[in-house]
C-alpha cells in the first residue's frame, strides 16, 4: 500500500480505478463496435477489449500495433492476439482519467 492510497481512502482508490475500466471498457467496445471480454461483474480495475478487425489477428500484428501506439502516439498498453482477433488490455490507475483513453481511440482509430 502507499501513501497515496492511505491519503485517498484504500476503498475510493479502488472504486475509483473499477469505475474508470468499467467505462473504459464500455466505450472502447461501443467506439469499436465490439463487447468486452469479461462481463462487468468480472472486472477490476482491468479491462479487454478486442481491437477493430482491420488491425489484424497476428501476434506479429499485435507487436505492430503496440509499437505503433508506444513509439508514435506515446501510449503504453498491453496488445495481444488471441483467438484470431487483436485484443487490447487497459489498466484503469488513480493517476488515469478518462481522457487518456479518449486518447488509445483516437490513435487506434489513426492506425
Known sequence: MCSSDLELGLESVQAYNHELALHSGRELARRWNTS??????MIG????????????A?????IRVRDILLFEKNIE?????????????????????????????NAVDSI
Open 45 to 56: 480495475a482491468m479491462v479487454t477489449i478486442p481491437l477493430p478487425q482491420r488491425l489484424g
Open 36 to 41: 468486452m471480454v469479461a462481463p462487468p461483474s
Open 58 to 62: 497476428t501476434s506479429e500484428d499485435a
Open 77 to 105: 498498453v498491453h496488445v495481444y492476439a488471441w483467438k484470431g482477433r487483436l485484443r487490447v488490455r487497459v489498466s484503469a490507475q488513480i493517476y488515469n482519467a478518462f481522457a487518456d483513453v479518449e486518447r488509445l481511440i
